[in-house]
């Protein structure tokens, strides 16, 4: 498998609003689920998509890197091995994003319904 580049962008505003649990999802959903960044605005941020057009969900991924190109790039892979393709792939870049996966599994290990979008 072939990782995209991070391209990490300097806003870090949209990042700093919102909860590490709430970034965690936004990632998670984002690479494994391929949700769209109003439908992220919408259930996991809690926002009006309609009022925020996914720009809230857009500026935390852009912040660590996460561009189009990462979209639903996990779908149908254990977290656990997507944790292992990025640590073969560069952990000083990825290592934000693999931290995220780490509290994912780990919640999703101990409470099922705590990554779930309601």
Not at 78 to 89: G, P, R, S, T
């Amino acid at each position: 498998m072939i990782i995209p580049t991070l391209k990490r962008s300097n806003r870090k505003r949209e990042y700093d609003l919102y909860n590490q649990n709430q970034i965690d999802k936004v990632v998670y959903k984002y690479l494994f689920d391929g949700v769209s960044h109003r439908k992220l605005d919408q259930d996991v941020l809690g926002l009006v998509s309609e009022d925020s057009r996914g720009y809230q969900a857009m500026g935390i991924l852009h912040y660590l890197g996460i561009t189009k190109e990462f979209k639903d790039l996990f779908s149908g892979i254990e977290l656990e091995k997507a944790i292992e393709l990025l640590l073969i792939n560069n952990l000083e870049h990825f290592s934000e994003i693999i931290e995220s996966f780490k509290r994912t599994s780990y919640k999703m290990k101990t409470n099922k319904n705590e990554i779930e979008l309601s």
